[in-house]
């Protein structure tokens, strides 16, 4: 079924309020299109969970940093109506800059603490605009739940926060990273690799799988588990890594010594492109 | 009738849940508690407006500056209810710190802009706080229509263009001032007054009115009326002036030139009381 297409908030309002006059329950999708498996498990999932399911698509300029790749980011509207539309999608909310953005627009939302490390030393400015963005369309689409992969681990703990302390009445349900059969974690950056910067990309994911059987072969130092990433990334000739974190699940602050809510978390540069993983190697300790 | 009396959000948001499944109409009335008529005078229009009114009373710490008067500033609950109880009030809200800022709280909201000058000068980080408090209580609430004051000009610019910046989906109206009969504003502080300062304070409200009658009889320059008013001060001998401005009311910038958009804007210390005030001395002009 071809989903129905929104561009205005004022439509998607109008839409919103037929949907609650009829009872049924609403899933949120929030992607910036360019579309893979990843955004379609979610889509999935909010089908399962919920009557009707919007997905929005909107490559959302305020959480690119001045040197990053909002020109060249992917923008395939039609491939990704194709995609949703072999899916159960009511909505796709498409809307234009200006509409989200008008002339005067001043206001931010930003939060702390989890959002200071990691992307955030990376990124100056990035969550404020991811979490800006967000709340917009949670005060538009107004739904019941929203969806969003694990693949943006710390995104996905800085939007929960950001829930939490302004007592957004929605629900974020945080859903599995999706992956290429080789262990490449699916982003939509991963169609700006060269064949031979794939193959090589291929050592985040293993690295993580290699600190994630350290720690059920009994390994609770961070320090070792960190070291053996990087041994990974030596071995594979990425040199350009922004981070190798071992880090506390919740606060993302570093972890003194892993338990089962520890995170490792990878950002690196294969090639020029920016890559992220992250691998939650503690769960095996909880089992 | 007595108001139900509600502390925590849980409660407030079943509350809210019932009302809306009743099919009824909400209005919200944020306040900080001791309550004098100008606060009645929104319920009152909440009335008018909305089948249930909620009205919440909560002194928000992180609108205080350090120097501020957060530790002094009236606590009359009692009073309040029963000034309450004496109008068509269903629900008051008055939680605990803890209940809105709990442990690890780390998300604001902010606007540029419109709350830059003026009380954003002398007050670094009120409207920070304002404007996440309201935003906590609007998503808490879910109300159809927030009621505030028009005394504090600038704060009900800043909540207005936090609500269009971000979608929030809820109607702010900004109510007349309510005067007493000498003129003085209504506010919380004046309670503050010593007999003396009261009688000193008159003259805020006789400069505005001054004001406003200098552009009915045809004075278009700011810098005329301004110190106009600056004179009626010094005969009062308040010296402690933190502004005078005659402000775009949209913007708040400067007026270059006094339209039918012109508002004065006054902040000054009688006593060690800081008392503001406002007036829309361009309203003649339209009319």
Redesign the interface.
């Known amino acids: 079924m071809a989903p129905q297409i929104i561009t205005t ?1 004022a439509k998607l ?1 109008e839409a919103v309020r037929a949907i609650r006059a009829a009872g049924r329950s609403l899933g949120l999708v929030p992607t910036m299109g360019a579309l893979h498996d990843g955004h379609l498990s979610l889509v999935k999932r909010s089908n399962e969970r919920c009557d009707v399911t919007l997905v929005t698509i909107f490559v959302n300029p305020t959480q690119f940093g001045p040197n990053e790749d909002l020109e060249k980011y992917p923008r395939t509207l039609d491939a990704d109506l194709e995609a949703l539309s072999e899916l159960q999608v009511d909505i796709v909310f498409a809307p234009s800059n200006d509409e989200l953005y008008p002339a ?11 959002a200071e490390p990691l992307e955030g030393e990376c990124r100056p400015g990035h969550f404020r605009g991811v ?2 963005i967000v ?2 369309l949670f ?2 689409a ?1 739904a019941d739940v929203a969806f969003f992969g694990r693949k943006d681990y710390q995104q996905a703990a800085v939007i929960q ?2 829930v939490r ?5 929605i629900e974020v349900e945080v859903c599995p990273i999706i992956r290429e059969e080789g262990g490449l974690a699916l982003s939509s950056r991963n169609r700006y690799l060269t064949n031979d910067e794939r193959e090589q990309s291929l050592a985040i994911s293993r690295s993580l799988r290699m600190a994630e059987q350290l720690v059920c072969n009994g390994e609770r130092d961070p320090t070792v588990v960190q070291r053996a990433i990087r041994q990974e990334f030596d071995t594979a000739g990425i040199d350009r890594i922004e981070y190798i974190a071992i880090a506390n699940g919740e606060t993302l602050e570093p972890a003194e010594q892993i338990d089962e809510g520890t995170v490792a978390l990878i950002a690196a540069f294969v090639g020029s492109t920016r890559l992220i993983d992250n691998c939650l190697i503690g769960q095996s300790i909880a089992d």
């Open positions: 908030i309002r005067n627009f001043s206001t931010f939302v930003e939060t702390a603490q989890v979490i800006t709340m917009k005060q538009i107004t926060a950001m302390d302004l007592n957004v009445p």
